[in-house]
């Protein structure tokens, strides 16, 4: 067999194998991208995430707190710095590998500072001085210099301020200062000279070594009233050692930050279990190691995996399609030469002269086409691609045609266009077979679950192909039994259109490609059904955290806030809302204990609440126990977790009738309340707590010895200034302080602002969201695509004995108008079933997968439920409509390419 007739014969029939041709590079493709895109996007993922956390969540911190160095003062410095490389080389390969910036630092305990320029205006200062590697690289200096001599000549320890702290203090290069450590008395006991010798401006607000704790950058605000502001200054080794010898405690830090571009998802799993064993390792007495790293890690990995599962799941699907296409296009490229196959047997040849001659052809094109997919899918940035997978994919595409055509020359005569009413044994076997291995692995998969271990999980992956293709099996034993009946009724009307086409749909012999259109559309409608999901899921998360357009959280707020915060400029409407973290509910008023833990406490007033989230636009709904009205002295209805509810029950109170309330201490008043309804979950009430209760917002006398006052507030205005609300609630926690309720004690802290389109852009837009866009658009774009050209397959398949039918049609006074018609009607159960098969099982497929897939992971742990969304019905009838439409031109096309005449000669063979 000279390799002059192969290239020949594939010339002669170049259209088929254009068509493997490209079918095998589109796989060897999708074989190669998908790794690379997703290892790309997973890491870009993976460092904006690790970038966006708060620095407590990025820095490894080994600390020694208030040591007394009583002589070698500055050799037990160096030393504790050389500790820096130390910790880092006991770290774990991986760990140490991750890190990228690292700080030492050693600062004396803070002590009275006294001036000429601290006058009795600016409050009590507290100073420590602080001695930090690399701040000269890391700071200009605006006056003076830096404090590199350490002690003046006159004994006096050189320091240096930022200029934000100075400016603010009017201290200046040259300020002469005192530094004492006072006694529980005030007194001074020791006190030592400071020099101010410069002042510095930071270089890049960004830089970690400003991260520390006290920050150098501002003066740290009193913790009480009558408490001093905190000061933190630079000096060096010989300053501090100076200090340290007078009898000062110091304070050791070793700070290592992880940084995002030294991490990949390939280590992710190693790098987690390396940052948890160094929780593990004993460290000598008194040195702290704090980390926050590993939790931001887990929860990258287990959305992650959950993604990783969802794309297989999406690869499979579209694989499994190719795989379908691709043994459609040699079964019909075998089916065109059957007379040359069955020439060839006529001829005395074998069945293995079939076999080389079919193989001889493919060799010749498929592994090239594998062999370009492979490169093209190289030449995209990422890692991960395998080429035992191509070449896999390679040799069994090569195989496939000649199979095709051993299968075409045994193949006998006659009409291919019926489905024999009885099925054979094979057949039957077969179907049943797939049904009952896709029903037991659905079953399965369910009892198992979901394994986030980082691997591809090959039931999961195969189970929704396996649904898919037992769909469309009952599918075609279904839709020919309604299309007989059709025909039935339509032979007893006027005119043969109708007739002629439902008797031909009934009988159309469409397995293969019926099956492969199914499988493409289903996962192109899981990918919508999911993405909508995880969408709904984010809002609802959203809506969770922050119930209205803004929220703000504080302590206590004056009771007038709430209308300062109404009469904003855009604010729709305002609700007060109160927290109590931790109350324990009682049996009795006088405060006895009932036998129930602590539990949250939230307060709302519910009229104002539900307009609140109808001006939002929020779908929050608000029960009727929290409209209710009472004055306390009534139990009042109240919305339990379950958790608490058994508890009460145990615990004979709260009762529904109220006959043995329990007590809630809030504020200092006792509130008595009843178990109105069980709730497993309420706006503002975070998904971990297990036990709250939800209580409607009470009047309480006008001479009540503690009138309640809002923790916080929920708003509706999109439009409203956020710099504005800030500063209401800033002006209305202030003035609750200064009523006398509260007169002393710990500053409160600053108010947080809590915006709902900002909670929802951090939900949609960090850690795997670029992979699941990627994959859902993957999914959609192709299962679309592919099932299209399925449904070309199964247009051409059929072709040649719709061609032979309408051309007799033709002769016997067939118009044009009424063969479109028969087109039509022919055609449209075929791509209904097909179409709306496939959307019916991609529907279904997320809400049997849901609890196996870990989607929570996505959606800040709010549970999603799959829904067959209008706008995916409305996508799902578009595309039916285009797949008619499709179908249609396809036939059209193709028989514009037969003669008439040519096709009367063909006989009845099709």
């Not at 956390?53 to 208030?66: E, F, N, S």
């Not at 504020?667 to 309804?677: E, I, S």
């Not at 399925?790 to 051409?796: I, K």
Request: glycine share 12%; proline share 6%.
């Amino acid at each position: 067999m000279s390799l002059f007739r192969v290239a020949r014969r594939v010339r002669a029939y170049g259209g088929h194998f254009l068509l493997l041709a490209v079918l095998t590079l589109v796989t060897a493709l999708l074989i190669t991208a998908v790794p690379r895109i997703a290892d790309r996007l997973t890491g870009q993922g993976l460092r904006e995430y690790v970038a966006a956390q708060p620095v407590a969540r990025r820095d490894l911190t080994y600390a020694m707190k208030d040591v007394l160095i009583r002589s070698g003062s500055q050799e037990v410095l160096a030393g504790r710095a050389a500790e820096l490389d130390s910790f880092e080389e006991r770290m774990p390969p991986v760990v140490r590998q991750a890190i990228g910036e690292r700080w030492f630092t050693a600062e004396t305990s803070f002590a009275r500072l006294k001036g000429p320029e601290l006058t009795a205006d600016k409050g009590l200062i507290d100073l420590s001085l602080r001695t930090v590697s690399g701040i000269e690289d890391a700071a200009t200096l605006v006056e003076g210099r830096w404090p590199d001599a350490g002690v003046a000549a006159d004994g006096s320890v050189e320091l240096a301020l930022a200029d934000t702290v100075a400016g603010r203090l009017g201290l200046r290069a040259g300020s002469r200062l005192t530094l004492s450590v006072l006694d529980v008395a005030g007194n001074p006991m020791t006190r030592k000279e400071i020099s101010l010798v410069g002042v510095f401006r930071q270089l890049d607000q960004g830089d970690g070594i400003w991260d520390a704790l006290p920050s150098l950058l501002r003066l740290g605000e009193p913790e009480g009233d009558g408490e001093p502001f905190l000061l933190v200054g630079v000096t060096s080794d010989q300053g501090l050692a100076a200090l340290t010898g007078a009898g000062w405690p110091v304070s050791f830090g070793w700070r290592y930050r992880i940084s995002p571009d030294r991490i990949t998802p390939a280590q992710l799993d190693a790098l987690i279990e390396g940052l948890s064993s160094l929780d593990r390792i004993p460290k000598p007495s008194g040195l702290g190691f704090t980390q926050g790293v590993d939790i931001p890690l887990r929860q990258f990995a287990d959305s992650l995996a959950a993604a990783r599962t969802l794309l297989a799941i999406i690869a499979a699907g579209l694989l499994a399609t190719l795989a379908g296409l691709t043994l459609l296009a040699a079964r019909l490229a075998a089916r065109r030469r059957r007379s040359e196959y069955v020439l060839l047997r006529a001829r005395g040849g074998s069945t293995g002269a079939v076999l080389r001659r079919g193989l001889a052809e493919s060799v010749l094109v498929l592994p090239a086409a594998a062999g370009f997919g492979w490169l093209l899918g190289g030449l995209l940035p990422g890692e991960g691609t395998e080429l035992r997978w191509v070449l896999l994919v390679a040799v069994l595409v090569t195989l496939v045609p000649p199979a095709a055509a051993l299968t075409a020359a045994r193949g006998g005569a006659g009409r291919a266009d019926l489905v024999s009413t009885r099925s054979t044994t094979v057949r039957l076997t077969v179907e049943v077979t797939v049904l009952g291995i896709a029903v037991l692995g659905a079953f399965l998969l369910r009892r198992r679950g979901l394994a986030l271990d980082g691997s591809v999980d090959p039931l999961l992956v195969s189970v929704p192909v396996l649904l898919a293709v037992a769909a469309a099996l009952v599918a075609l034993r279904a839709y020919p039994w309604p299309l007989r009946l059709l025909s039935r009724l339509a032979a007893r009307a006027r005119g043969s259109v109708a007739f002629l086409g439902t008797a031909r749909a009934g009988r159309a012999a469409t397995t293969g490609p019926l099956v492969v259109v199914v499988l493409a559309v289903a996962t192109a409608a899981f990918c919508g059904v999911v993405a909508a999901g995880i969408e709904a899921g984010r809002d609802r998360a959203a809506v969770r955290a922050v119930p209205g357009d803004v929220l703000v959280n504080g302590e206590r707020f004056a009771p007038d806030t709430t209308e300062a915060l109404a009469a904003l400029p855009g604010a729709q409407a305002v609700a007060p809302l109160l927290v109590e973290p931790n109350v324990r509910p009682y049996a009795d008023q006088a405060g006895r204990f009932g036998g129930v833990g602590d539990t949250r406490v939230l307060l709302v007033d519910g009229a104002r609440f539900a307009e609140v989230a109808r001006r939002a636009g929020v779908p929050v709904t608000v029960p009727d126990a929290l409209r209710a009205t009472g004055d306390g002295t009534t139990p009042l209805p109240a919305l339990v977790s379950p958790a608490l509810a058994d508890e009460f029950t145990e615990a004979g109170l709260a009762d529904p009738q109220g006959r043995r309330p329990a007590w809630l201490d809030v504020q200092g008043n006792r509130l008595p309340v009843r178990t109105a309804a069980t709730v497993t979950e309420f706006p503002l009430i975070d998904r971990n707590v297990e036990r709250f209760v939800v209580l409607p917002w009470p009047t309480l006398p006008a001479n009540a010895p503690h009138p309640l006052v809002p923790t916080g507030f929920v708003l509706a205005g999109e439009r409203v200034d956020h710099a504005a609300v800030a500063r209401v609630v800033n002006e209305g926690q202030q003035r609750y302080q200064r009523t006398g309720a509260v007169t002393a004690g710990e500053r409160p802290r600053q108010p947080e602002l809590r915006v709902r389109s900002a909670v929802r852009a951090e939900l949609g837009g960090s850690g795997v969201n670029g992979l699941l866009v990627f994959g859902f658009t993957m999914g959609a774009a192709g299962g679309g695509a592919l099932g299209l050209l399925a449904l070309a397959f199964a247009v051409l398949a059929g072709a040649r004995g719709r061609g032979q039918v309408l051309s007799r049609l033709r002769t016997m006074g067939l118009s044009r108008r009424q063969w479109r018609g028969l087109l039509l009607v022919e055609l449209t159960p075929l791509v209904l079933v097909s179409v709306l098969t496939g959307a019916v099982v991609g529907a279904l497929l997320p809400m049997l997968l849901t609890p196996v897939l870990g989607l929570p992971a996505f959606t800040g742990g709010v549970a999603v439920r799959a829904s067959f969304e209008p706008g995916l019905v409305a996508g799902v009838l578009g595309l039916a409509a285009l797949a008619l439409g499709f179908a249609i031109a396809v036939e059209a096309l193709n028989n514009r390419r037969m003669r008439l005449g040519e096709v009367l000669r063909l006989g009845e063979e099709s």
